[in-house]
C-alpha cells in the first residue's frame, strides 16, 4: 500500500503564489498518474490536475493558465504550482496516485493539506 504526504500547504494573499508536493513511499510497482483533488467546505471534492507517466496532462478549468502539475518520477513525487491566488481557491488539497502492485491496480489518498487564500 502506498503512502503519500502532502506539504506546502498554508495562508496567503489574493495574487500571491504557493507550491504544495507530495511525496509517496511503500511499494509501487508502476504509477498509472498522479494528481490533486481539493475539497472546500460544504462542496464535493473536485479535481484540480493530473498528470500521467507520459506526462499528458489535466486542468480544471478554473484553474488553467494559474496552476502547474509536474512529477519527479524517479522520487515518485508531484507538484503544484500555484499563482494568481483566488479566495476561492480556499480549499483542503489532496494528493492522489493511480498505481500498480503486481497486477492489481489501487487509488491512495493523502491526508490533505490547507490552502487558505484571503482577499
Known amino acids: 500500500q502506498a503512502q503519500l504526504v502532502e506539504s506546502g500547504g498554508g495562508s496567503v494573499q489574493a495574487g500571491g503564489s504557493l507550491g504544495l508536493s507530495c511525496a509517496t513511499s511503500?511499494?509501487?510497482?508502476?504509477?498509472?498518474?498522479m494528481g490533486w483533488y481539493r475539497q472546500a467546505p460544504g462542496k464535493q471534492r473536485e479535481l484540480v490536475a493530473l498528470i500521467s507517466t507520459g506526462r499528458t496532462t489535466t486542468y480544471a478549468d478554473s484553474v488553467k493558465g494559474r496552476f502547474s502539475i509536474s512529477m519527479n518520477r524517479a522520487e515518485n513525487t508531484v507538484y503544484l504550482e500555484m499563482s494568481s491566488l483566488r479566495p476561492d481557491d480556499t480549499a483542503v488539497y489532496y494528493c492522489?496516485?493511480?498505481?500498480?502492485?503486481?497486477?492489481?491496480?489501487?487509488?491512495?489518498w493523502g491526508q490533505g493539506t490547507q490552502v487558505t487564500v484571503s482577499s
Open positions: 511503500g511499494i509501487i510497482v508502476a504509477i498509472d498518474t
Open positions: 492522489n496516485v493511480v498505481y500498480y502492485t503486481g497486477v492489481t491496480r489501487r487509488i491512495a
